[in-house]
C-alpha cells in the first residue's frame, strides 16, 4: 500500500492550491484520510482529517479557507486550499489508516504516509 500525493506548489497570498492524494495497493477499506503539514524545527501538524464518515475535522488556523473531500471510489483525498497564506507554508503529508487486504478478507489495519508535497506562499 502507497500512498502518492501531488498539487503543491508556489503560490501568491490570497490564492489557492488543490492538493490530491491517492492510495493504491492491497486496500480493504480506508478509514480516515487526512493531512499534515511541517515546517523546520517544529512538529507535524494536522490540518484536517475526513473521518470515515461523512464528518471532518479541521486546525483552528485554516478552518473556513481549507476544504477536505474524499473520493472513496478512487481512494482519494483532497485538500483545497484557498485565501492562503505566507504562513501555510509548509511541507503537507497526506495520512490514511488503511485496512489492507482484498475482496473478502482483510489482513491488518495500518497508518500510512505520503512522500510529502511543498506548498510555498509567497510574493
Known amino acids: 500500500v502507497q500512498l502518492q500525493a501531488s498539487g503543491g506548489g508556489l503560490v501568491e497570498p490570497g490564492g489557492s492550491l488543490r492538493l490530491s492524494c491517492a492510495a493504491s495497493?492491497?486496500?480493504?477499506?480506508?478509514?480516515?484520510m487526512g493531512w499534515y503539514r511541517q515546517v523546520p524545527g517544529k512538529q507535524r501538524e494536522l490540518v484536517a482529517v475526513?473521518?470515515?464518515?461523512?464528518?471532518?475535522n479541521y486546525a483552528d488556523s485554516v478552518k473556513g479557507r481549507f476544504t477536505i473531500s474524499r473520493d472513496k471510489a478512487k481512494n482519494t483525498v483532497y485538500l483545497q486550499m484557498d485565501s492562503l497564506r505566507p504562513e501555510d507554508t509548509a511541507v503537507y503529508y497526506c495520512n490514511a489508516e488503511i485496512v489492507r487486504g482484498g475482496a473478502g478478507y482483510f489482513i491488518d489495519t495500518q497508518e500510512y504516509w505520503g512522500q510529502g508535497t511543498l506548498v510555498t506562499v509567497s510574493s
Open positions: 495497493g492491497s486496500i480493504f477499506s480506508i478509514n480516515h
Open positions: 475526513a473521518n470515515v464518515g461523512e464528518s471532518t
